[in-house]
């Protein structure tokens, strides 16, 4: 209301893709290995959350067993997934997209977009949320690969 009152969009409020964040993070691991990291039955339940099943395929519908639940919209093998995503207490989903974008020095970022979130709290929620989760793929990949 402040914001309105001024004039003023908070940081990360678009006309298009509502409120929405970035959250990036490079690690010393090849694309490949990322990818199987986090689509791999053992390590879903990271982001996605205990599943019996999750098949990497357009139109596949997960939920979990802590209630995350979302829709596949994009797969790209070792580049991107695109999916509705939405936690259990959300009335509406967000759109999610995890990019995987190789450096010259072998080494990965992991870049994470969210949008259509319900507000700039529920924003820096995730923003929070993402930036943890990258940091232990990170701290999990990176020990594993030494």
């Known amino acids: 209301m402040y914001g309105q009152l001024l004039g003023r969009i908070p940081v990360g409020v678009t006309k298009e893709a509502g409120v929405q964040i970035g959250v990036r993070k490079t690690i010393k691991v090849e694309k490949e290995k990322v990818w199987d990291y986090l689509t791999s039955p053992?390590?879903?339940?990271?982001w996605i959350g205990?599943?019996?099943?999750?098949?990497?395929?357009?139109?596949?519908?997960?939920?979990?067993?802590?209630?995350?639940?979302g829709k596949l919209t994009v797969v790209l093998p070792f580049r991107k997934l695109r999916m509705k995503w939405k936690l259990p207490l959300w009335e509406k989903p967000s759109r999610l997209?995890?990019?995987?974008l190789p450096t010259d020095s072998g080494k990965t970022t992991i870049a994470i977009h969210q949008e259509m979130l319900?507000?700039?709290?529920?924003?820096?929620?995730?923003?929070?949320?993402?930036?943890?989760?990258?940091?232990?793929?990170?701290?999990?990949?990176?020990?594993?690969?030494?």
Do not use: H, T
Request: proline share 2%.
């Open 42 to 46: 053992q390590d879903l339940p990271l």
């Open 50 to 69: 205990d599943v019996s099943e999750f098949r990497l395929q357009k139109g596949y519908e997960f939920k979990s067993k802590e209630g995350i639940c």
């Open 97 to 100: 997209q995890l990019y995987l």
């Open 118 to 146: 319900d507000d700039v709290y529920v924003r820096e929620l995730m923003r929070r949320f993402w930036a943890d989760k990258l940091e232990q793929i990170k701290n999990y990949l990176e020990g594993r690969n030494e």
